[in-house]
């Protein structure tokens, strides 16, 4: 499987310094949560780890080779991101779509193969979207159309899947539905997961690794009982809470302090 780390990386926008001289180690097939507060650098580290942006200083590695360094051809086969709001052709149907996602295996002398449609297909079933096939993307609603994103990096096969935000605009219930789906696929198929969260008790519940970013730098990283604590909230997130096991998962749960009035 792929391993992906950073080491001293520096990522800019117009100049300025989002991500500064950050390292770490994805580990491989788990699922890793980046949290962080607004404006932290998550989804910046998350374009750099996915080559859309490229470093100012230090370097990305696919398996001890510089990101920058490797071919369109194989980064796409072992790299699949999904950004946070995805656009998609107007009227393209939900098989067309995850159908893309085999693009990065075609060659002039390789199109279209009964092995593309094997993994289109399986991808759809995984994701539980096989009967909207048909369907037009725009006719479905926000839990679908993340449901088939997500197929879309299945049928891609990359080993690592980076994911920004994929529960953004969404309603709980369908929240837990897309991180019971990531979950399953990471624990069916053993690939490397890599999600940026808002939510600090959801990424505790459903991360086997936390980073958790301040001010474009690592602040705390490790299982989501080492970082999750009252010292790494009130650090990362200017927040008084208290940390409790979350009674059904025995996960950390975030439990803020209310604000008292005089």
Known sequence: MTELRAEE???AYDGRAVVHSLSLLIPRQRITVIVGANASGKSTL???LARLLAPRGGAVYLDDVDLAKVSAGRLATQLGMLPQQPVAP???TVADL??????PHQRWFRQWSPEDERVVNSALAATGVADLADRSLDELSGGQRQRVWIALALAQDADTMLLDEPTTFLDLAHQLEILDLVQDLNRAHGKTVVLVLHDLNLAARYADHLIALKDGQVAATGTPAEVITPAVVSKVFNLTAEVIPDPLTKTPLVIPVPRRTA
């Open 98 to 103: 995850v159908g893309r996602g085999r693009h």
């Open 46 to 48: 998350l374009r750099g």
């Open 9 to 11: 990386l520096t990522l």
């Open 90 to 92: 107007d009227g393209i």
